[in-house]
T-cell receptor, first 115, second 116 residues
């Protein structure tokens, strides 16, 4: 089942502005991951934040995690036209006898960065 | 490193035929592979998890007899859509993880299936 809900579903901003999107989930997690997907393409892993972490940075990306509220946010600073894509959060749960995580994806946020 | 490929990238088939999609880890051994389906403008839905040499574990609502998964080696998993119907048209994406990759898994570029 789809446990992650993302907000907003779509976002249109000007180049240089910041883009913020939020993700909420329902069950316990080991980690939460954010991915980017360009239209019709595969997923690009952006950042992973563990359940015991509250904030993480990677370049122009900033992710927060509030496990008490079961929510996360992704901030893209100084956006560029090349950031135009769909962004998905995914909650990760380690499984017994399996490598990696069982990922449950949110509905995604479609971001359009206008030049 | 950590590249996952899928073949074919696109496939068009007639209703009733079976289609096989391959997922390969090119430079690492994938202990576990995951198969997802994504309908247009929607999110990814996990279909099944497969460990090398074991039967796949299917998510609720996914028919195991319709979506046959084989993970015969540490670098190859296949998904066969049997007796495909137009409603099976979708974007199928695999990902792979190793016992040493920790929380990270690596996604393939996806396969666009269109059933006429």
């Amino acid at each position: 089942s789809q446990q992650g809900e993302e907000d907003p579903q779509a976002l249109s901003i000007q180049e240089g502005e910041n883009a913020t999107m939020n993700c909420s989930y329902k069950t316990s997690i080991n980690n939460l991951q954010w991915y980017r997907q360009n239209s019709g393409r595969g997923l690009v892993h952006l950042i992973l934040i563990r359940s015991n972490e509250r904030e993480k940075h990677s370049g122009r990306l900033r992710v927060t995690l509030d496990t008490s509220k079961k929510s996360s946010s992704l901030l893209i600073t100084a956006s560029r036209a090349a950031d135009t894509a769909s962004y998905f959060c995914a909650t990760g749960l380690r499984q017994i006898k399996a490598a990696g995580n069982k990922l449950t994806f949110g509905g995604g946020t479609r971001v359009l960065v206008k030049p | 490193g950590a590249v996952v490929s899928q073949h074919p990238s696109r496939v068009i088939c007639k209703s009733g035929t079976s289609v096989k999609i391959e997922c390969r880890s090119l430079d690492f051994q994938a202990t576990t592979m995951f198969w997802y389906r994504q309908f247009p403008k929607q999110s990814l839905m996990l279909m099944a998890t497969s460990n090398e040499g074991s039967k796949a574990t299917y998510e609720q609502g996914v028919e195991k007899d319709k979506f046959l998964i084989n993970h015969a080696s540490l670098t190859l998993s296949t998904l066969t859509v049997t007796s495909a119907h137009p409603e099976d048209s979708s974007f199928y994406i695999c990902s792979a993880a190793t016992g040493t990759s920790g929380n990270e898994q690596f996604f393939g570029p996806g396969t666009r299936l269109t059933v006429l």
